[in-house]
């Protein structure tokens, strides 16, 4: 488990999210008042990229940008668009001393004054973008680890999983939510559009301890490790269904809601995973143990894992404690 740094306070459903963090803030071991300035700035820019989405059909911004990322992937003009909403947004606040960010090919830089870390990949699932698929935000917060007045350095960034202080997701779906932890239960709020706010909607969320969906891109079956194919033939043998969008914020959302198991393993094309390791495992691992879930890369915690580069990769399994347990132990 992640560290939990605030006890718990119930606020009931309707809740909007500036009162939450501010009620949550009294409960804080560090309360300054910094941690939730920052989530609401995520938040914000949240808005803003959920604006931007909504018209994207409109104002001509679907397609590709013309470039690719440090991944060799081809980037969306959405990736670019919602990268620059979340960078300027943690600039402004002023709480952030460095970025890293799945667009971005070494760190940002930013207040060397600031106390926090943000890991974010500002637009996953984009290949969705453009035929009106759920897409979403995934975002990881850590404490910085240097002098306070100097620049992040390496150790900063590259801090496991099992070191976040905070962690969300924003989903872009049917509705936007905004689903976060900050080591104390998980809680989702639905965006109003109307009002402009995020209102409470899923108090303490749990994830089912067993589940009967299963995620995973079977198109590259053939490349999976023995033990992932047993797996998943033991799925298929139970009768579970199969269900896989191909956006991992929305797949991992509706398995947390109903129970299941999202996978992406090595795979012929990914030998060591397609998922990012700091943008996108870390965060959903400690929203998944949060939930009383589990997250591993097949055998051991996501967590623990201790990165050696920013764009690391790794095999991902998330979602129910026992279907990730019985797919870990294989
Ligand atoms: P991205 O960060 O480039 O958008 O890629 C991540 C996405 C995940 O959202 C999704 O689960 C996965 O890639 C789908 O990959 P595939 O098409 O190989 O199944
Ligand atoms: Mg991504």
Redesign the pocket.
């Known amino acids: 488990m992640a560290k939990a740094e605030n006890s718990r306070i119930a606020l009931p459903v309707g809740t909007n999210l500036d009162r939450f963090i501010m009620k949550n803030q009294e409960a804080f071991a560090y309360a300054t008042g910094e941690l939730s300035q920052l989530l609401r700035d995520l938040a914000y820019a949240g808005k803003v990229v959920n604006r931007e989405i909504n018209m994207a059909g409109l104002a001509g911004i679907t397609g590709a940008y013309g470039a690719e990322n440090v ?1 060799g ?1 081809e980037q969306q003009n959405l990736d670019v668009a919602a990268n620059i909403r979340f960078s300027r947004a943690l600039k402004k606040g002023g709480e952030v001393v460095a970025v890293i960010s ?1 667009e971005e090919e070494d760190i940002i830089h930013l207040n060397p004054h600031g106390k926090y870390i943000i890991a974010i ?1 500002p ?5 969705n973008i453009d035929v009106n698929v759920s897409i ?1 935000t995934i975002f990881s917060i850590y404490r910085r680890k240097s002098e306070d007045g100097t620049q992040a350095d390496m150790q900063d960034v590259l801090q496991p999983g099992n070191e976040q202080v905070a962690a969300g997701y924003i989903l872009y779906g049917s509705s936007t939510m905004f689903v976060f932890t900050t080591g104390a239960g998980v809680n989702g709020f639905t965006y109003e559009p109307s009002l402009g706010e995020y209102i409470l909607s899923h108090q303490d969320m749990t994830i089912p301890a067993n589940g009967k969906i299963y995620s995973v ?1 079977e ?2 079956y053939n490349s999976f490790q023995p033990e992932v194919k047993e797996y998943i033939e033991k799925c298929r043998e139970r009768g579970h269904s199969a269900r ?6 929305a ?1 991992f959302h509706r398995n947390l809601l109903k129970g299941g198991i ?1 996978i ?1 393993p090595a795979t012929a ?2 030998p060591k995973g ?3 390791l700091m ?2 495992c870390n965060c959903l691992a400690f929203i998944a143990e949060q939930a009383g879930g589990m997250a591993t890369d097949g055998k051991n915690s996501i967590m623990d894992i201790i990165p050696t580069e920013l764009h690391q990769r790794v095999p991902f399994f998330v979602g129910s404690k026992e279907m990730v347990e019985e797919a870990s132990q294989l």
């Open positions: 991944q992937e799945e990949d637009l996953d699932g984009s290949s979403g891109n198109g590259s896989y969008i191909g956006s991992l914020v797949d999202y992406y094309k990914a397609k998922l990012r943008y996108e």
